[in-house]
């Protein structure tokens, strides 16, 4: 079964129509998201919400969900999460960007190319006088292979997710009873800084001074691969 994602903006009728244009689909529940912020219009978009949650509840299991409408890869790490855990009860998820802001278009679609997900979008249809009627056809939206790290490269991502202090420090967090002084520690130092400058140059880590020592962080795009390892796992 599917769980389509719906980013709800001021088009009702769009959105209703493209709904219905997918009804072929095996959709069993429906996740209208708006923003989490009051930002100008979401008052809008949120009333247009629980218009669609009571049109569409008759039908569908309907859930409001809320995202961040303002940063784009705020709101791609808050769709991968939770088509994560929809993965998780078996289900599979569909993304309607048919209503959608830009901002959350582009993050819908950075969630589907993670998450090897589907995402499709509608072609508004007009009248003479240039007035929306309709939907002239439903567009599905090709995604990004996503190469991702190896598991080698997955496990070092997890270890620096939240920063380590140093070199040494994420030595000693991936291997916990290894000593400094011993032999293993330097082959394993040496390791997992090859791994590290990997990392660097595909942007996943930084690297920042701070004293004597060089601290490790994860980048936003680093954030994201780890995010779609856990929902390939």
């Known amino acids: ?45 949120r009333r247009v919400a629980d218009e669609l949650k009571k049109d569409l509840e008759t039908i569908y299991d309907v859930e409001i969900g809320k995202i961040d409408k303002r940063n784009v890869i705020r709101a791609a790490k808050q769709l991968i999460e939770m088509i994560r ?12 960007a048919s209503g959608s802001l830009r901002s959350v278009a582009i993050a819908a679609y950075i969630a589907a190319c993670v ?16 007035e ?7 567009v599905e939206i090709p995604t990004l292979p ?16 939240g920063g380590v202090g140093s070199l040494d420090e994420l030595v000693l967090r991936l291997n916990p009873g290894l000593s400094r002084n011993s032999d293993g520690f330097l082959k394993e130092r040496s390791r997992v800084s090859h ?10 880590v930084r690297k920042a001074k ?24």
């Open 1 to 45: 079964m599917i769980t389509q994602f719906v980013f709800v903006g001021h088009k009702k009728e769009r959105i209703l129509e493209s709904i219905r244009a997918l009804r072929e689909q095996p959709v069993s529940k429906i996740v209208l998201f708006v923003g989490e912020e009051d930002l100008p219009g979401e008052e809008k978009a």
């Open 85 to 96: 855990r929809e993965k998780e009860r078996g289900k599979k998820v569909l993304l309607n």
């Open 115 to 130: 998450t090897n997900s589907r995402i499709i979008t509608s072609i508004p249809k007009y009248d003479e006088k240039e």
């Open 132 to 138: 929306e009627i309709g939907i002239e056809e439903i």
């Open 146 to 161: 996503i190469d991702f790290p190896s598991d080698e490269l997955v496990q070092i991502l997890f270890a620096v997710d």
């Open 195 to 204: 791994h590290i400058a990997k990392l660097e140059k595909i942007g996943a």
């Open 210 to 233: 701070t004293g004597r020592n060089v601290r490790i962080e994860l980048t936003e795009l680093g954030h994201l691969l780890l995010e779609g390892t856990r929902v390939k796992a």
